[in-house]
């Protein structure tokens, strides 16, 4: 059975509770419909052959009949015998002659049908039409059936200007008479996000919880979710979220090597902690210890020393930190950049900032479909992916600078900014110390109304707030108590991070002494090696950054999870589905 969300009021849970309640009994009396029309016998009904469970029936469509997807009828279809393959997602009798069900493929496209008794060819008998209108939701079907326009526009499907009239229908995949979860909850917004079943929303979930109780389903928990993985990912949501994560990915690629940058796949499997780190996954290797690479950095410089000049690489990114909060998976999604420098550093910044505002603007202009149709192609623009989210999650447009007006601050000078215009809380804020998250958001606020962009560049962290392999600025610029800065940067979105680079060091003796200066051993395993790459050749100034494709596609999108942006989350307490 489904699972509400704990609305944290008294009148969401009512409402809540009262929604549930009426789901399990439309639930229960479509299951006793369901089980009064598989008790019929049909023998001697003239209509046999042109509908039932197509795992007992032989029963062939008409040869002339146009094999098509929901999304590709159009006007050239009118009036013709088509065939669609499509989940069954309503249904409902009429009259004892006729009734009508909604049939949906392809994320949010549906159609309506309509089956009316005939006696003329292809027979449809009263029988049939009953047990059409019976078959449990999101059923797999395969209908045959003319296009026709209706008298009005059908406003409760996307194709609102035509209908099948259907001849023949058959169930190739039965659902379950009672779902887990019906489409109507998959389809709302998610206000419980812990993976804790006994876990009480914050205000701003128990208020998502009692606006979802206004609505026509119950919401659902996220854990709820995962345990019906289908249904949530046949929700239209799910489906737009899915389909910008491909497009983000082909951005990226497509950006890089218009560039001469060159893919790469660095491992997985590495055989000691990365980064010199302790939050790593370890497992056992062949009686040895083995451990998940948590970034990819070690190998994008390693095809640096090897002359690749320019890489990139998109890969799984693990991290064992127990950190259960919106923003963070031990699995996720890299997108990974390193360049040789010529001059100065800006020119990774350059490049990497090009790339996320490619992205970004590129998602927003349209949806690039390859090998389809142009009518499919005119369908699929991301603008309508965007707007099936925001149907759902709500989010104000996104606030990209004008070319060649893109914001870059400084560590120091976001600070300053944070203390004069920011909440009286991050008054103290130093130049010196790392950024917490909720200045990090706070500042993204106060520069969305500074500089009317939700993206924009942090420049020259502190080394304090930076790895040993961040290179220090060679004008000897220091903040706060003769701190040093870096060339390292973060850049935000909706003021949350979504990439973090620099450029690197690459001079052996340099980097040795900030090994020893971060308190990690020069001679310990997987730093030795690394080491010994700028030891054993000449390597030229690089830089890059990675990118959370998770992070992008949920800030983006303004989710409130970026758990929601994942194919299948990871989390401290999730390892399934």
Same mark, same amino acid.
């Given at each position: 059975?489904?699972?509400?969300?704990?609305?944290?009021?008294?009148?969401?849970?009512?409402?809540?509770?009262?929604?549930?309640?009426?789901?399990?009994?439309?639930? @229960?009396?479509?299951? =006793?419909?369901?089980?009064?029309?598989?008790?019929?016998?049909?023998?001697?009904?003239?209509?046999?052959?042109?509908?039932?469970?197509?795992?007992?029936?032989?029963?062939?469509?008409?040869?002339?009949?146009?094999?098509?997807?929901?999304?590709?009828?159009?006007?050239?279809?009118?009036?013709? #015998?088509?065939?669609?393959?499509?989940? /069954?997602?309503?249904? %409902? $009798?009429?009259?004892?002659?006729?009734?009508?069900? =909604?049939?949906?493929?392809?994320?949010?496209?549906?159609?309506?049908?309509?089956?009316?008794?005939?006696?003329?060819?292809?027979?449809?008998?009263?029988?049939?039409?009953?047990?059409?209108?019976?078959?449990?939701?999101?059923?797999?079907?395969?209908?045959?059936?003319?296009?026709?326009?209706?008298?009005?526009?059908?406003?409760?499907?996307?194709?609102?200007?035509? =209908?099948?009239?259907?001849?023949?229908?058959?169930? /190739?995949?039965?659902?379950?008479?009672? /779902?887990?979860?019906?489409?109507?909850?998959?389809?709302?917004?998610?206000?419980?996000?812990?993976?804790?079943?006994?876990?009480?929303?914050?205000?701003?979930?128990?208020?998502?919880?009692?606006?979802?109780?206004?609505? *026509?389903?119950?919401?659902?928990?996220?854990?709820?979710?995962?345990?019906?993985?289908?249904?949530?990912?046949?929700? !239209?949501?799910?489906?737009?979220?899915?389909?910008?994560?491909?497009? $983000?990915?082909?951005?990226?690629?497509?950006?890089?090597?218009?560039?001469?940058?060159?893919?790469?796949?660095?491992?997985?499997?590495?055989?000691?902690?990365?980064?010199?780190?302790?939050?790593?996954?370890?497992?056992?290797?062949?009686?040895?210890?083995?451990?998940?690479?948590?970034?990819?950095?070690?190998?994008? @410089?390693?095809?640096?020393?090897?002359?690749?000049?320019?890489?990139?690489?998109?890969?799984?990114?693990?991290?064992?930190?127990?950190?259960?909060?919106? +923003?963070?998976?031990?699995?996720? *999604?890299?997108?990974?950049?390193?360049?040789?420098?010529?001059?100065?550093?800006?020119?990774?910044?350059?490049?990497?900032?090009?790339? /996320?505002?490619?992205?970004?603007?590129?998602?927003?202009?349209?949806? +690039?479909?390859?090998?389809?149709?142009?009518?499919?192609?005119?369908?699929?623009?991301?603008?309508?992916?965007?707007?099936?989210?925001?149907? $759902?999650?709500?989010?104000?447009?996104?606030?990209? !600078?004008?070319?060649?007006?893109?914001?870059?601050?400084?560590?120091?000078?976001?600070?300053?900014?944070?203390?004069?215009?920011?909440?009286?809380?991050?008054?103290?804020? %130093?130049?010196?110390?790392?950024?917490?998250?909720? @200045?990090?958001?706070?500042?993204?606020?106060?520069?969305?109304?500074?500089?009317? #962009?939700?993206?924009?560049?942090?420049?020259?962290?502190?080394?304090?707030?930076?790895?040993?392999?961040?290179?220090?600025?060679?004008?000897? *610029?220091?903040?706060?108590?003769?701190?040093?800065?870096?060339?390292?940067?973060?850049?935000?979105? %909706?003021?949350?991070?979504?990439?973090?680079?620099?450029? +690197?060091?690459?001079?052996?003796?340099?980097?040795?002494? +900030?090994?020893?200066?971060?308190? $990690?051993?020069?001679?310990?395993?997987?730093?030795?090696?690394?080491?010994? *790459?700028?030891?054993?050749?000449?390597?030229?100034?690089?830089?890059?950054?990675?990118?959370?494709?998770?992070?992008?596609?949920?800030?983006?999108?303004?989710?409130?999870?970026?758990?929601?942006?994942?194919?299948?989350? %990871?989390?401290?307490?999730?390892?399934?589905?």
């Amino acid at each position: 059975m489904e699972e509400s969300s704990a609305p944290t009021s008294k009148k969401g849970a009512k409402k809540a509770e009262a929604k549930a309640k009426k789901e399990a009994l439309k639930a @229960q009396r479509a299951a =006793e419909l369901a089980a009064a029309a598989a008790a019929v016998n049909l023998e001697d009904d003239p209509a046999k052959d042109n509908y039932g469970d197509r795992r007992t029936t032989t029963a062939a469509f008409s040869q002339d009949a146009e094999e098509v997807e929901i999304h590709s009828l159009d006007e050239t279809h009118n009036g013709k #015998t088509v065939v669609v393959r499509a989940w /069954l997602q309503k249904s %409902r $009798v009429q009259s004892a002659k006729m009734g009508f069900v =909604e049939l949906r493929k392809g994320g949010n496209w549906d159609i309506q049908g309509v089956i009316m008794a005939s006696e003329e060819e292809p027979v449809v008998s009263r029988r049939m039409v009953k047990w059409v209108a019976s078959i449990n939701p999101e059923s797999f079907v395969a209908v045959e059936a003319k296009v026709k326009q209706p008298l009005e526009p059908v406003k409760s499907c996307r194709v609102s200007g035509f =209908e099948l009239h259907i001849t023949k229908c058959f169930v /190739l995949a039965p659902a379950p008479a009672v /779902l887990g979860m019906t489409m109507g909850t998959a389809s709302q917004p998610i206000v419980n996000f812990s993976d804790d079943s006994d876990h009480v929303g914050d205000v701003e979930a128990g208020k998502a919880a009692e606006a979802a109780a206004e609505s *026509t389903a119950p919401a659902a928990s996220m854990l709820t979710h995962l345990d019906n993985i289908a249904m949530h990912k046949r929700a !239209p949501v799910q489906q737009a979220i899915a389909d910008i994560r491909i497009e $983000v990915k082909r951005l990226f690629r497509s950006y890089l090597e218009s560039r001469r940058f060159k893919e790469f796949e660095p491992p997985c499997l590495i055989g000691a902690a990365s980064e010199g780190g302790g939050n790593v996954f370890r497992l056992a290797y062949f009686g040895e210890e083995a451990f998940l690479a948590q970034s990819p950095q070690f190998y994008k @410089q390693f095809e640096i020393a090897g002359g690749r000049e320019r890489v990139f690489s998109i890969g799984p990114v693990f991290r064992a930190e127990n950190s259960n909060t919106p +923003r963070h998976m031990t699995e996720f *999604t890299g997108l990974d950049v390193e360049m040789e420098i010529k001059d100065s550093y800006t020119e990774v910044l350059s490049t990497l900032e090009g790339v /996320l505002l490619f992205i970004f603007r590129g998602i927003q202009d349209s949806f +690039r479909v390859h090998g389809l149709t142009k009518h499919a192609a005119d369908a699929e623009r991301c603008a309508d992916k965007i707007d099936t989210v925001r149907s $759902v999650y709500h989010s104000e447009p996104l606030l990209l !600078p004008e070319a060649g007006k893109e914001v870059r601050l400084t560590f120091a000078e976001a600070q300053k900014l944070l203390r004069e215009e920011g909440p009286p809380e991050f008054s103290n804020v %130093r130049d010196d110390e790392d950024m917490s998250t909720p @200045q990090e958001k706070a500042l993204g606020q106060v520069v969305r109304a500074k500089y009317k #962009t939700d993206f924009y560049v942090i420049d020259k962290f502190p080394e304090t707030a930076r790895p040993f392999y961040a290179k220090i600025d060679d004008a000897g *610029t220091t903040v706060g108590e003769g701190v040093r800065v870096t060339n390292a940067f973060d850049m935000f979105l %909706r003021g949350q991070e979504v990439l973090s680079g620099g450029q +690197r060091t690459h001079d052996a003796a340099e980097l040795e002494g +900030r090994l020893r200066a971060k308190g $990690v051993d020069p001679k310990s395993a997987g730093i030795k090696e690394y080491l010994a *790459t700028f030891q054993q050749v000449g390597v030229p100034p690089h830089g890059g950054g990675g990118i959370g494709l998770d992070r992008v596609v949920a800030w983006f999108l303004g989710l409130p999870s970026v758990h929601l942006a994942a194919y299948y989350p %990871r989390t401290p307490k999730r390892l399934l589905p």
